[in-house]
C-alpha cells in the first residue's frame, strides 16, 4: 500500500479534491474527497475570461481544499487545471494566486492529457470489451476516448462543453427546437472527425465518465425501479433507458429540472445541452451498450501518481 496523496481536478464547473492511496489489489482507498461547485466558467467562458466572482470563488476553494490537505497531513499534492483555465485569458493568474496563497501548484493541460487520464481512470473502473467510446462532458470541452480492453485507439478534446453549449445556445425553457437545431449545426462543424471516427472504430458500447452521466443513470434507476448503484464504480444501463431519461430532460423546465432532488444544482440547466449532445452521439454511433464510470480524470491522476 502507498502513502496517501492528493490530487485536485480543478474544472471548469467543479473543483475535485481526492486524499487516497491504492489498495495491493490496486483498488482505491478513499481517505477524503470532496467537491466544491465553483462555476469558474460563469459568466466569462464564451469570451475566455474567468470573471471576478468566480476567480473569487475558486480560491476560496482552493484554500478550502489547502486546510483539508494540511489537516490530513499529507505532503504530495497534485493539482490539474482543464479547459477554463487552459481557455483563459487571466488562467495562469489564477494559477499563480493559488500558488501564492496555499503552496499548492496546478499543471494547466492540454485535452490529449486530459483524455489519457481520463482513460486511466474509466479503464480501473469498469471493464472495457470490444471496442468503446468514453465520454467525458465538461464544463468547458468534451473528450471521446476511443479504445478497446488494451489500448487508446484515437483521442480528443472537443470545445463543446455543456457550460459552453449552455452560454451559446440555451436561450428558452424548455429548449425549444430552433435552439436545439443551432445547437446540433454547431456539433456539425466541431465534430467532423468524431463521426468519422464513429463509423472507423464503430464502437459497440459507449461508456460516460462521471458528471452528466451519474445524473443520467441515477434518473434511469428511478424511472425503472433498478438497483441503487452506491459503491460501484461502474454500472450499466440499456440504450433505450438512456434515451428515454435524455428525452425527458430535453422536455423538462428550469423548475422541474430545480425541483429534482437526482440533478445536482450545479447541473440544473447545463444537464439540458449535456442531453442534447449524448442524443446526438447516440445518433450518429452505433453503440449497444451503456456505461457509467464514476472514476474520471481525478482517478486516472491517482493511478498515474502511484502506478
Known amino acids: 500500500m502507498n502513502n496517501p496523496i492528493a490530487v485536485l481536478d480543478l474544472g471548469t464547473n467543479t473543483f475535485h479534491l481526492l486524499i487516497a492511496e491504492l489498495n495491493d489489489d490496486r483498488s482505491i482507498n478513499e481517505i477524503f474527497a470532496e467537491k466544491k461547485h465553483v462555476k469558474l466558467g460563469e459568466g466569462g467562458i464564451t469570451e475566455g475570461?474567468?470573471?471576478?466572482?468566480?476567480?473569487?470563488?475558486?480560491?476560496?476553494?482552493?484554500?478550502?481544499?489547502?486546510?483539508?490537505?494540511?489537516?490530513?497531513?499529507?505532503?504530495e499534492v497534485y493539482g490539474t487545471g482543464t479547459a477554463a483555465l487552459r481557455t483563459a485569458a487571466n488562467g495562469h493568474d489564477f494559477v499563480e494566486q493559488v500558488r501564492a496563497l496555499t503552496g499548492i501548484s496546478v499543471d494547466i493541460i492540454d485535452g490529449n492529457k486530459e483524455a489519457?487520464?481520463?482513460?486511466?481512470?474509466?479503464?480501473?473502473?469498469?471493464?472495457?470489451?470490444?471496442?468503446?467510446?468514453?465520454?467525458?462532458i465538461g464544463g468547458g470541452s468534451v473528450e471521446f476516448i476511443f479504445c478497446n480492453h488494451k489500448d487508446i485507439q484515437f483521442k480528443k478534446?472537443?470545445?463543446?462543453?455543456?457550460a459552453r453549449l449552455m452560454a451559446l445556445f440555451h436561450k428558452s425553457d424548455p429548449i425549444n427546437s430552433d435552439d436545439?437545431?443551432?445547437?446540433?449545426?454547431?456539433?456539425?462543424?466541431?465534430?467532423?472527425?468524431?463521426?468519422?471516427?464513429?463509423?472507423?472504430?464503430?464502437?459497440?458500447?459507449?461508456?460516460?465518465?462521471?458528471?452528466?452521466?451519474?445524473?443520467?443513470?441515477?434518473?434511469?434507476?428511478?424511472?425503472?425501479?433498478?438497483?441503487?448503484?452506491?459503491?460501484?464504480?461502474?454500472?450499466?444501463i440499456e440504450k433505450k433507458q438512456?434515451?428515454?431519461?435524455?428525452?425527458?430532460?430535453?422536455?423538462?423546465?428550469?423548475?422541474?429540472?430545480?425541483?429534482?432532488?437526482?440533478?445536482?444544482p450545479v447541473r440544473v440547466d447545463m444537464i439540458v445541452t449535456a442531453a442534447v449532445l449524448t442524443s446526438y452521439i447516440l445518433a450518429h454511433g452505433r453503440v449497444s451498450n451503456v456505461l457509467l464510470?464514476?472514476?474520471?480524470?481525478?482517478?486516472?491522476?491517482?493511478?498515474e501518481k502511484l502506478g
Not at 157 to 162: D, L, N, T, V
Open 116 to 136: 489519457s487520464l481520463i482513460y486511466g481512470g474509466v479503464s480501473q473502473a469498469v471493464e472495457i470489451q470490444g471496442n468503446a467510446v468514453i465520454m467525458d
Open 242 to 264: 438512456l434515451q428515454s431519461v435524455i428525452g425527458d430532460i430535453i422536455l423538462s423546465t428550469h423548475e422541474e429540472r430545480a425541483a429534482d432532488d437526482k440533478i445536482s
Open 293 to 303: 464510470s464514476t472514476y474520471a480524470l481525478k482517478e486516472g491522476l491517482l493511478y
Open 180 to 236: 436545439i437545431f443551432s445547437l446540433h449545426q454547431h456539433l456539425e462543424e466541431q465534430l467532423t472527425d468524431l463521426r468519422k471516427n464513429l463509423l472507423l472504430y464503430q464502437p459497440e458500447t459507449l461508456i460516460g465518465s462521471a458528471g452528466a452521466f451519474e445524473t443520467f443513470t441515477d434518473l434511469a434507476i428511478r424511472k425503472f425501479g433498478m438497483k441503487d448503484r452506491t459503491g460501484n464504480s461502474g454500472y450499466s
Open 157 to 162: 478534446s472537443y470545445p463543446i462543453g455543456a
Open 49 to 75: 475570461r474567468i470573471v471576478e466572482a468566480a476567480f473569487n470563488r475558486g480560491l476560496e476553494a482552493m484554500q478550502d481544499f489547502k486546510r483539508v490537505i494540511d489537516q490530513h497531513k499529507i505532503t
